[in-house]
């Protein structure tokens, strides 16, 4: 059974850093692209950064540009993503994802994590 399995949420001031970790079980990760996308109270799902399988290319929402960095140890099956400088809109649940494929960029991802809570207080 694929699981992937979150950490690292929590409650932070405006300017502050977290951390979120990924954990990947139940297949091998490490040839698909890995991502994080994040849902705020009343609004839609939306992405928020990717990594390629070997960690060659990483994508990014406009929003979070230059304050987050996505990374990932194939060795763990994990993917980190690394928060920097807070704001308040980035206040959401936080969700790892991935595709079936392997190698390429999906438009679609197939396994989701159950989601951390961020709350960056203002």
């Known amino acids: 059974q694929v699981q992937l399995v979150e950490s690292g949420g929590g409650l932070v001031q405006a300017g502050g850093s977290l951390r979120l970790s990924c954990a990947a079980s139940g297949r091998t990760f490490s040839s698909v692209t890995m991502a994080w996308f994040r849902r705020a109270p009343g609004k839609e799902r939306e992405f928020v950064t990717a990594?390629?399988?070997?960690?060659?290319?990483?994508y990014y929402a406009d929003s979070v540009k230059g304050r987050f960095t996505i990374s990932r140890d194939n060795t763990k099956n994990t993917v980190y993503l690394q928060m920097n400088s807070l704001k308040p809109e980035d206040t959401a649940v936080y969700y790892c994802a991935a595709p079936r494929a392997p190698y390429v960029l999906p438009r679609d991802y197939d396994y989701w994590g159950q989601g951390t809570q961020v709350t960056v207080s203002s």
């Open positions: 990594i390629s399988w070997n960690g060659a290319a990483t």
